[in-house]
């Protein structure tokens, strides 16, 4: 079966997809500074006011979580949230400041960059790209640093039920897909979601079930 608003195939490793509890563990300023676990996680990572904050709200389903993450002082670190006691979500530092001078996003990538290299439990990164605009070169360049370093993704677009300046979303991000597949010969999963309408959530669970029990393996 696929999804609806997906490329993704749900297959007979898509199990157990609903979050019955979630808390916060810890905020990390370094990559070695976060859990030790080994227990799988998915790094959620996006431009600033993506919508990041109000997809993790929606798929946990508490507020209290979003506003960790967006608190003065967390938003620059990696935050750890365990579900169920059994996976972490993880929110990473928005990228691509609009105001943020040229060093202070390089700043953003040699923090991250650590992360995503040496994070054995990583099982993907929800690389968020917002569906209400044309595609923006810092989410292309993002997605391409993530490929050449064979980091897995999901593309997760952001605010499907939005419409700005004539472009529908599904048009933005069939322009997005048409961009990536220069780089890609096989285009990475990717699903549509709205925070407002609630769209794909249950869709998206069901494929980080799918992805944690690959992994498991
Ligand atoms: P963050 O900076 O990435 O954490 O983004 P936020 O979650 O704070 O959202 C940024 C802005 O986009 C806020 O004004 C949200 O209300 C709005 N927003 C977030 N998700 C959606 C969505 O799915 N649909 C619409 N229409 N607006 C959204």
Not at 36 to 43: H, K, M, V, W
Not at 118 to 134: H, K, M
Not at 178 to 207: A, F, K, Q
Request: glycine share 8%; aromatic share 10%; charged share 25%.
């Amino acid at each position: 079966m696929v999804l609806p608003g997906s490329n993704i195939v749900i297959g007979p490793y898509a199990g157990h997809a609903q979050i019955k509890e979630v808390e916060f563990v810890k905020s990390s300023g370094r990559a070695k500074d976060c859990p030790r676990d080994g227990r799988p996680e998915f790094a959620i990572l996006g431009r600033s006011n993506v919508g990041k904050s109000s997809l993790i709200n929606a798929l946990v389903r508490k507020k209290e979580v979003a506003l960790t993450s967006k608190k003065p002082g967390k938003t620059q670190l990696i935050n750890h949230f365990l579900v169920n006691k059994s996976w972490y979500i993880v929110d990473l530092p928005g990228y691509g400041f609009a105001k943020a001078p040229g060093s202070v996003r390089m700043d953003w990538s040699a923090f991250t960059k650590g992360y995503f290299l040496n994070r054995d439990n990583l099982v993907a990164v929800l690389l968020l790209v917002d569906a209400s605009v044309p595609p923006q070169k810092i989410d292309l360049d993002c997605a391409n640093w993530l490929g050449r370093n064979n980091i897995p993704m999901t593309f997760v677009f952001t605010k499907c039920d939005k419409m700005k300046g004539g472009k529908r979303p599904d048009e933005n991000i069939r322009n997005f897909q048409e961009l990536m597949r220069e780089n890609y010969r096989h285009h990475p999963p990717w699903i549509m979601t709205s925070s407002v309408t609630g769209l794909g959530r249950d869709e998206l669970l069901l494929h980080m079930s799918q992805l944690r029990n690959y992994w498991d393996q």
